[in-house]
């Protein structure tokens, strides 16, 4: 496999809910064996791709899966509360509260929920995507200090 279908394969993993950036550096540097800080950088870029799109269309599209069908209405308001209720977590530090939802590496967290979260609390771009990105970045760090660890001490 060529180096460039490599990262494009780091891109694409970071751009996925859930396994986000946390899944995509440690794939990076031990499946594809990548330099560190090319993969931290690809991953970055990834995982906040989807970021502003979340933001701006997320509620449209829950309108519409709600107007769509009773079970994608059901998964809408699922979701809308649970960014709600993480939404409630971080109304007294707003900003703070934000960067550190996304810059904790553990289910439940990082971009995309992060995203969803300033949505519902109609945040705006210009205040919400730069705290996404500081916790994008931090948790990039984490995840790299993790993985490189971890080949040193199985490598």
């Not at 906040?48 to 998964?75: N, T």
């Not at 984490?142 to 040193?152: C, E, G, N, Q, T």
């Amino acid at each position: 496999m060529s180096t460039f279908v490599k990262y494009l394969c780091v891109l694409g993993m970071s751009v996925l809910p859930i396994v986000e950036l946390r899944g995509a550096v440690p794939f990076g540097v031990g499946a594809m064996e990548l330099p560190l800080v090319p993969v931290l950088i690809v991953s970055i870029i990834g995982n906040m791709l989807p970021v502003p799109f979340i933001i701006l269309f997320v509620r449209k599209l829950f309108e519409w899966m709600k107007q769509k069908s009773p079970k994608l209405g059901a998964l809408a308001e699922k979701l809308e509360e649970r960014g709600k209720k993480k939404g409630e977590m971080l109304v007294k530090y707003e900003a703070l509260g934000l960067f550190i939802l996304v810059a904790i590496p553990l289910p439940g967290t990082g971009a995309w929920t992060g995203a969803l979260v300033a949505a519902m609390m109609d945040l705006r771009l210009k205040n919400a995507i730069p705290m996404i990105f500081l916790g994008v970045v931090t948790a990039g760090i984490i995840m790299a200090v993790f993985s490189d660890v971890f080949l040193v001490w199985h490598g």
